[in-house]
Nanobody, 112 residues
C-alpha cells in the first residue's frame, strides 16, 4: 500500500505564490513518475504537472511558465511551485504516483 500526504494548500490573493508538497511512503518498489492534478467542481481531474523518474517534466497548458514541478527521489517527495496564481487556479489539487495512487487532495483558493 502506498500512502501520499499532501500539504501546502490554502487561501491566497491573485498574484501570490504557493508551494505544494507531497510525500510518498509505504510499499514503494518502483516509481515511474509523480504528478499533480487538479479538479474543479463537477469536472474531471486534469493534469497540472508531472515528472518522471528521469526528471522529464510535463505541464498543462494553463500553467506553463507559472508552475514548476520538482522532486526529491531520496525522500520520494514531489513539489509544485505555483507562481502568479489566478482565481481560475482555484481547485482541489491531488498528488499522484504513476497515476495509480492518489493523495487525499489539498484545497487551493485564489481570491480576486
Amino acid at each position: 500500500q502506498v500512502h501520499l500526504v499532501e500539504s501546502g494548500g490554502g487561501l491566497v490573493p491573485a498574484g501570490a505564490s504557493l508551494i505544494l508538497s507531497c510525500a510518498a511512503s509505504g510499499r514503494i518498489y518502483s516509481i515511474n513518475g509523480m504528478g499533480w492534478y487538479r479538479q474543479f467542481p463537477e469536472m474531471q481531474r486534469e493534469l497540472v504537472a508531472s515528472i518522471t523518474r528521469g526528471g522529464s517534466t510535463n505541464y498543462g497548458d494553463s500553467v506553463k511558465g507559472r508552475f514548476t514541478i520538482s522532486g526529491d527521489s531520496a525522500k520520494i517527495t514531489v513539489y509544485l511551485q505555483m507562481n502568479s496564481l489566478k482565481p481560475e487556479d482555484t481547485a482541489v489539487y491531488y498528488c499522484s504516483v504513476d497515476s495509480h495512487y492518489w493523495g487525499q487532495g489539498t484545497q487551493v483558493t485564489v481570491s480576486s
